[in-house]
Structure formats: structure tokens, C-alpha cells
């Protein structure tokens, strides 16, 4: 089967680019990092049940998406990808039209994102499983982390927060891949990750820390802070949130703290570096939502002026009722 995904994968339609001296046919794939770069290695579970539903995602949707988790965790260090390993566990009912829709979804974001599938492992099993390992590179010296934030430093984010977990929850209400019509799905069915802008903060040297945006910003910030050994006050009237008509009062700032999925980075920039900090990238808007903070707890300024502890109500794959 690792045949039929490397042929529609396009792997060998392709010149293979520098670096991977051997990929799928053999008992592993070889690697050669270039020099004057780091090598950069993530890997992403995407489960049935826990992280997409048989009876609603797409199944091109789950190809796109296992891809671009993994490869959102290299653009936030400032990073390129260049190949991907696969292990893909699902049952024999799967193997012809959904798994052809996989690969197409998969095939996609392979190109999208420049990162070429190099080997991986197929078996069987009663549920679908996917595993995604992504070998990225960086400059040296120029990957960013989470634990370079100051006191004083300005916090933002690209993008808007809380489009998809808005998008989940309206696909929970809908019919089998209804979906796919559906533009309010598009950032939860098939994130972008932010490739373009995280090479460039790290080109410029203007993030002091950074991070992609997958659990939810109540979540996430507490992780950077709790690295960089810094707390954090934000403003809630400044976080970019999803506004819709209807929604229940202060919905929309409730999905950006604690909703996940939405692949947006977080970083923090010294605040005399903020002059050179357009407010959007290539389309993308960034935002600056508060500043880190000597203390080590996490603040919430709400519109009115009250400050309050903001708790850490993100995606935890642990706590059941928090499942999709």
C-alpha cells in the first residue's frame, strides 16, 4: 500500500530536491541535512474519534489536515519543510474511495507546502490512525522558541482566533461531508499554516519567542510563559475574534481563548522592535493582544478594565467531554 500512496503522492514525478538522497523502496529513507542549517523534527497524531469523525470530515480534509499540524510545529520555529514520514492505520473498508480521497487531500498539502513524502509504514486496524513525523531545516542560529520572552515584550497573533472551533461546532450539526460547502468550515477542514511568516520573523530577528496556536491561546501562551519563565496580561477587547450574527454574548472571545485548531502563531516581539511590525503579512493581519509580564500568572483585561486570572481551558485529548 506504501506504493500506491508514493504514486499518488507524486513522489516519483518529481525531481527529488537535495538532501533526500534515498526515499520509499527501501528499509528506510536517507537523509543528508545541508550544510550551515539545523534539522528540524516534529511528528502529529491525527486519531479517529479524537481528532476527526468518521460521519463528518472529509476524507480529503483529514489528508490536507494531519499534513499541516505537523508542519504548522516547523513554521513556528522559523522553519522550512522538506519531507514527511506516513503511518497510516485503518480498516479494509477504507481502502478504496476513502483512502483515494485521503491521498488527494494528502497530495495536495504536499505541494502546497512544499514537503514531500519520503517513506512511512501501512497496516490495518478497526479504526483510522494517522501518524505524521516532518523533517524541516532552519538557518542556524535563526529557529525561534518558546523560551526567549522578556518582560515588556508585546504578545501577537496572525490571523483571527476561534474560526475553528466555530467551524467544529457547526459541523457537529451537519450531514456526512456537508461541509466541504460550507466557507465557515474552511479554517478547521483545511488549516494554512503560516510557513511564509514565521520564516520571516526569524529572518528579521524580531520575535523573541514563538509558537503555532493548536490547543487554544489560554493554553498555548501559558506553555510559551511558562519556557520563557514570564507571565502575560492580555486585552480582551484587542484579541481578534470571530464575530456572527446571533452568537450568544462574549461567544466569540470565549472561541479564541480556549478553542483550538486554528494553527495561528503566537509571539512576542520587544517592544522597540514593534516600530518595524506592519500590521498585516501577505494578507495576514497580526495583532498585539498584551505584553508579558515579570509575574508569573496569566491576566485577562476585560473590556470594562477588570483584570482576572485567565485559567487554561484549552484542548486537552485527556478530558473526554473536550473530544470533537
Not at 113 to 121: E, M, N, P
Not at 222 to 232: E, M, Q
Request: proline share 5%.
Amino acid at each position: 500500500m506504501l506504493r500506491r500512496i508514493e504514486q499518488v503522492s507524486g513522489l516519483k514525478e518529481k525531481i527529488v530536491p537535495d538532501g533526500l538522497r534515498l526515499g520509499i523502496g527501501d528499509d528506510a529513507a536517507l537523509f543528508a541535512g545541508r550544510r550551515g542549517y539545523e534539522t528540524i523534527l516534529t511528528c502529529d497524531w491525527f486519531l479517529e474519534g479524537l481528532h476527526f469523525l468518521r460521519d463528518k470530515h472529509p476524507p480529503d480534509a483529514v489528508g490536507w489536515k494531519c499534513l499541516a499540524r505537523a508542519v504548522s510545529d516547523v513554521a513556528a520555529m522559523a522553519g522550512t519543510p522538506r519531507y514527511f514520514l506516513l503511518s497510516l492505520a485503518l480498516p479494509s473498508t477504507r481502502t478504496g474511495y476513502w483512502l483515494n480521497e485521503f491521498l488527494r487531500g494528502l497530495r495536495r498539502a504536499s505541494n502546497c507546502f512544499g514537503c514531500i513524502l519520503a517513506g512511512g509504514d501501512t497496516t490495518r486496524h478497526q479504526k483510522t490512525l494517522v501518524s505524521v513525523t516532518v523533517v524541516g531545516e532552519v538557518k542556524a542560529g535563526r529557529a525561534v522558541l518558546r523560551e526567549g520572552a522578556e518582560p515588556g515584550d508585546v504578545i501577537f497573533v496572525s490571523g483571527r482566533l476561534g474560526e475553528a472551533e466555530l467551524g467544529l461546532r457547526i459541523l457537529r450539526r451537519l450531514r456526512y461531508q456537508a461541509g466541504k460547502r460550507n466557507p465557515l468550515l474552511r479554517k478547521h477542514l483545511y488549516p494554512q499554516p503560516r510557513m511564509a511568516l514565521g520564516r520571516w520573523l526569524g529572518k528579521s530577528k524580531l520575535a523573541s519567542a514563538m509558537m503555532d496556536l493548536s490547543d487554544g491561546l489560554s493554553m498555548d501562551l501559558s506553555r510559551l510563559c511558562a519556557a520563557s519563565g514570564v507571565g502575560a496580561r492580555l486585552e480582551a477587547e484587542s484579541i481578534p475574534t470571530v464575530r456572527r450574527s446571533g452568537s450568544k454574548e462574549n461567544e466569540g472571545l470565549q472561541l479564541a481563548l480556549h478553542g483550538g485548531d486554528d494553527y495561528e502563531l503566537l509571539f512576542t516581539v520587544p517592544r522597540n522592535k514593534v516600530k518595524w511590525l506592519s500590521r498585516s503579512f501577505r494578507g495576514t493581519p497580526l495583532t498585539a493582544i498584551g505584553e508579558i509580564t515579570r509575574e508569573r500568572i496569566l491576566l485577562l483585561q476585560d473590556v470594562d478594565g477588570r483584570i482576572r486570572p485567565l485559567a487554561d481551558r484549552g484542548w486537552d485529548p485527556f478530558h473526554e467531554a473536550r473530544k470533537p
